[in-house]
């Protein structure tokens, strides 16, 4: 069963910036300008789309199939979601080149600003994060518990999501990074501005229970 989750935060940083995260299995980006799968990583690590990759820490880098048991694992391609970035593939672990921090972290320099990033997210689990900078400017993090309800590693279909983060700040670079192992992802989408995201139903009716309880706490307070 396709699941998804939503959350909208103000978060700390020194530029209070905010941002809006959505995520679903099976989602994908729409309306992004760039989509990169990183199945071709030139000299210097750059991407013909413009990013430039460079790894840091214990087994960060590149990963394809077959998977290394406690290391890391492909992510899952569900509703043909890779098609958008040349992967015609069945649904089932992604067979073409992905990323993994191991224990370290990736760092993708975007060459750009941007004001949306999207990502295939695989076994998703709390001790993965994502952080965002304007040059050496932290902006916000994200981790997986703000990608799933329940962030426990699943490496089957269920636990790898389309990520979908919307900011009202430009930023330029996204550092990935696990303290454990893994965080494998792929297929990252870019925009200039942010674009448009509909949460699935489950996310709103996520939004809807959260709207109600603020509600009923204001209420109990009064």
């Known amino acids: 069963m396709k699941y998804a989750f939503a959350v909208a935060a103000m978060l700390a940083s020194t530029s209070a910036s905010a941002a809006v995260i959505s995520s679903s299995v099976g989602g994908v980006p729409v309306g992004a300008n760039i989509y990169e799968s990183f199945d071709a990583i030139g000299p210097g690590g750059t991407t013909a789309s413009g990013i430039t990759v460079s790894f840091a820490g214990t087994d960060a880098g590149t990963a394809s199939l077959p ?29 073409t080149q ?42 916000f993090t994200y981790s997986g518990s703000d990608v799933a309800a329940i ?49 699935e139903p489950g996310a709103l009716a996520l939004f809807g229970l959260g709207a109600i309880g603020l509600v009923a706490a204001r209420r109990r307070k009064g």
Do not use: M
């Open 67 to 95: 998977n290394v048991g406690g290391k890391y694992a492909a992510p899952y391609i569900s509703g043909g979601n890779g098609t958008l970035f040349g992967n015609a593939q069945a649904d089932g672990q992604d067979a």
């Open 98 to 139: 992905y990323l993994t921090t191991g224990i370290g972290t990736v760092t993708l320099d975007l060459g750009d600003d941007h004001q949306y990033f999207g990502i295939l997210w695989g076994s998703v689990d709390t001790y993965n994060s994502l952080a965002f900078y304007a040059g050496d400017t932290l902006l």
């Open 151 to 199: 962030a426990n590693g699943d490496q089957g279909a269920a636990g790898t999501y389309y990520v979908n983060i919307n900011s009202d700040t430009a930023f330029n670079k996204v550092v990935a990074s696990s303290s454990g192992y893994a965080f494998e992802f792929d297929n990252v989408a870019l925009a200039y501005k942010p674009i448009t995201d509909v949460p």
